[in-house]
């Protein structure tokens, strides 16, 4: 694939808006970074659309890429260009426009735009920088490090199974063009708070296991988020540590809310189908990340949860 | 350097031992494991020793790499190469021998050896790739592997300083010879235990705050292994949680021995020159991962510690 094909003249005349996921990570806003500075270094108009709940820490990898709030913009005929979105209902909602450019890694991806490039690899980003790299578009030092940005954490630091021989040649190209690893250090392992902490010693004191230790539920209470002072926030990576327990295949992260409970699922393997469980629930999710939500109590859920999840765990998927 | 300068003839002719640091972490492992098996495939005698602490998770990249185990060895003349080693101490005890070979990237390593190879890199992991694939000593799919496996965890998955973009093309290369990626994520994501997450809740609960928030210490003492069933081999990744937190610069862990206390230091920026303070105390490292050993107890060492570190707290570096 080349990038012309995708941005043909009719896209590049008008003035283009680069877009991500809802929710973005770094995967998400590393490809809005690099996609919208190389737009502009080529003579076009493009600015990316910052979300509102892109986590802080993300932040200064715009640099001075022009972008907007995504809150306070109007839509006014712009081309979009979408990032490292898996499908349609994944863009901000207000995008009822049809979209022109999509270029994505999730491999169930419907192809929603008008002209498309998914394919498998680590991360969005990983596949941008190919491309931007094969047609020769500008990497200035700002692109380079949002562009391993994403790379590093969509590949789970080079760990995740679609980590290949050419992850790496990308990576050490991007080093050569200013990416500089230990940026994306101080962003990954810069930010956390004695708080969280606090909140993570709850959630491991409530950790119990179920099914011969295959299962691992956790659970938070608003309680414990009055009095550690956070908030639902803080427990982003919190579904990590059930799931790196040794036998655990399966495992849940149960949260009390307002209205009862918001549960998270994680399978080792995507063949425990936690989609099609989450959606009995009324929720939904990927093979193996999925979650629910549900007006009972946490205490209420686990029996429930823990027959739910039995099947897939005795069928040994 | 070329691997024939570090291997003269008058060592080759010996039997050999490939010795990593006490405490074996990934790259010492993966060091050893590599150099003895393409030792072994130019037809030279090699073993390595496996030390007693070595975290059982890495056992597995063994293989069928000839080795014995440190406690049941006895010493009868055979040629030492040290890889990884900072410093003679950190070869197992009964080390008194003369080392013939020393290839590490500590750079303050003095170079104890005969035959000396010490370069600031990523990982030794990374180096020792380097020499094999510039000597063209074979690499199998199991040496790949293993090195793959020093440079993830010594380079902190791809993001410290020292991850350079040739980090990134050897990285690469293991790929291209064998190694899995997601075999490194299965040892680094799922062989946690729930008792190793009730000595993370003690671990969490003891962090205490220094020098207006620059500096996070947590301990642990000798009773908390034992109510709650673990071992001092547990701890590996603790030390992240105080560095990780939102303004600290330096971190530190302080782990009860029989002998006194183990601490390991850890910050943000190598400027903060933690091998020279680890040396003061009789330690060493690297300037901004570096440790010691002392005689008291942790209670007594932490207002010592936080002296010390209070120089290059205050001065920013």
Redesign the interface.
Known sequence: MELANLFPESILERPMLVVGHIRADGDAIGAQIALCRALNAKGFRAKLLVDKDIPHKFLPFIGDTPNEPATSFSYSGEAICAVDCAGKERLSPFFDQAIDVNIDHHNLNPKFATHNYVQTASSTCELLAELLLDARWPIDAVSANALYLGI?TD???????E???????I???L??LGAK??A???V???????PT??L??RF??S?Q?FCDGSLCIGMLFLADFAETGTTHAATEDFV??P????GVAISAFIEETRDGTRVSMRA?QPSARLDLIAKNFGGGGHPSAAGFASKFSPNDVVPVLVKALQRPIQNDF
Chains 1, 2 share one sequence.
Do not use: C, M, W
């Open positions: 590093v590949s789970g630091q080079f760990v995740h199974t980590t290949t021989a050419e992850t790496h040649r990576a050490a190209t080093v050569d690893p230990e994306i250090h101080d990954l392992y810069q930010h956390e708070s004695l902490y606090k993570l010693q491991l004191d950790l296991l990590n540590y799931r790196s327990i040794d080792r």
